[in-house]
């Protein structure tokens, strides 16, 4: 049995990586903000976050914020863990993190040349977007009676209780460096994935695809994020949507 502490073991991908892990029949610790009794923040350290360390021999690092610091908190983490003497750090990140320059990316990216040059054993795999985070952003797009997206834009969006598999098996083995992509089973254009979601929620709505200028803009029209060559996930948007909204005849529920 090994000590794994799972960072952000509370959020959408964090709380199903704690729950594969514990199955597994591992020590798990959780450490967030918020959850007691690691309840550290990563961006300041302290004593805390050598505590929750204290022992461990596995973090797997899934604590992050859009608000920035991820990259503060991946330095306060690493020199905790080295003090410690934890022998791998696993890290997820996002495919596309080297194309696509969005500022989210980019600490993404630096985080992950921290992580490799940590001295730990380390592992790093890249997942596309989680239905959950597709879902979310289609919720704020249609609050408003038309639904304007951008042109010419795709997406492969991949269930998250597959990266949470695909995670803790590689938190249980030993470092492998950079592992090989995690993508959803389909590449969908946005307004594909619109519709189903609308179709899904029973909601009318008018969808607008609007071009965009800038370099990111082009960035994802390009597939920056996508990775078509590495579509190994199973669960389709269709399917996650079922689970989440219900089936029925327009497909709405709740
Ligand atoms: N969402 C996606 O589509 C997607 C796709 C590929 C990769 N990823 C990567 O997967 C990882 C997890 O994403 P997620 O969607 O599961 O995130 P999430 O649901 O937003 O969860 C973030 C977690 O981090 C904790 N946290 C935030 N700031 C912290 C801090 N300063 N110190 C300690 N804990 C902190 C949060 O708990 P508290 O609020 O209690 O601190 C929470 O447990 C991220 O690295 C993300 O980049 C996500």
Redesign the pocket.
Known sequence: MTTILV????????RPVTERLRAGGHEVRV?????EPY?????RGGIGLDTALAGVDTVV??????RG??ER?AVNLIAAARRAGVAHLV?????GVDRVPLG?YRS?LAVEKLVEESGLGWTVL?????H??VVQVLQSLAKVPVVVLPAHAADQ??A?AE?ADRLAGLAAGAPAGRVPDLGGPEVRTFESLARAYLTATGRRRAVVNVPLAGKTYRAFREGGHLAPEHAVGKGTFEEYLTVRYGGGADGRRG
Not at 91 to 95: A, E, G, L, T
């Open positions: 960072t952000g073991g509370t959020g959408t991908l964090g450490l967030s903000r918020h959850s309840a550290v923040d990563l961006r690092h899934c604590a992050t914020t859009q610091g991820d908190s890290h997820i990140s996002i495919v989210y993404k890249r997942a596309t977007q989680f959950d985070l969006p991949v998250v990266v």
